[in-house]
């Protein structure tokens, strides 16, 4: 007999199949009633895991999702394929406008959530990686010198520089050509 309840067995359990497998093997060989005044639990709750070792083996006796088979209160598609078109058409505006705008019976967050599932982009924006190396894609198609920047800077109003400049006749200006498709200057 254990002093532990059946519940408080399985939180601290690490394999909670073999503990149902002992409450099983002992129901079998024992009786429902008895497995359950042993492991401190109800008769149903033995039958139930009994039958789903008859039925499923071992593997039966794992935890099972308790998710529902089928939700009523879901969305009907044809209104979840109206809100991804309209998100498409619409592309600036929100959840908040769509719904005011549209006059729509469902939340604002429930069409966020269809158009996460539906994989519909939202407005925000990219990460700075992602911009730069999209720009590198694109920088990679130019040929050499197909693309070039060039910039003029006045350097009179460095004031470390402007003794130098006078004293040694150095140049006032500096032009820059920069190569764009591999970055030479």
């Known amino acids: 007999m254990c002093p532990i309840t059946y519940t408080q067995q399985m939180k601290n359990s690490k394999d909670k199949r073999q503990l149902r497998y002992q409450m099983v093997t002992y129901a079998v060989a024992h009786g429902v ?4 005044r042993a492991f401190h639990t109800s008769p149903p709750a033995v039958r139930n895991w009994k039958a789903r070792f008859e039925r499923d083996g ?5 935890d099972h999702s308790r998710r529902p088979h089928h939700s009523p209160r879901t969305t009907p598609m044809r209104l979840q394929k109206r809100i991804v078109a309209l998100k498409k058409k619409c592309k600036r505006l929100g959840a908040e ?3 005011t705008l549209e006059n729509l019976s469902i939340s604002p967050i429930t069409i966020r959530r269809i158009w996460r599932k539906h994989n519909v982009s939202s407005r925000k924006r990219r990460k700075k990686h992602v911009t730069k190396n999209n720009l590198r894609e694109v920088k990679k198609q130019f040929q050499l010198f197909q693309m070039s920047c060039e910039d003029t800077k006045d350097l009179i109003d ?8 006078k004293q040694h006749h150095l140049p006032s200006a500096q032009y820059t050509l920069r190569e764009v498709s591999c970055g030479i200057q």
Do not use: N
């Open 58 to 62: 071992y593997q039966g006796l794992g």
């Open 97 to 99: 406008q769509i719904h």
């Open 158 to 165: 460095i004031p470390e520089y402007w003794p130098a400049m």
């Open 33 to 36: 009633k008895p497995a359950a």
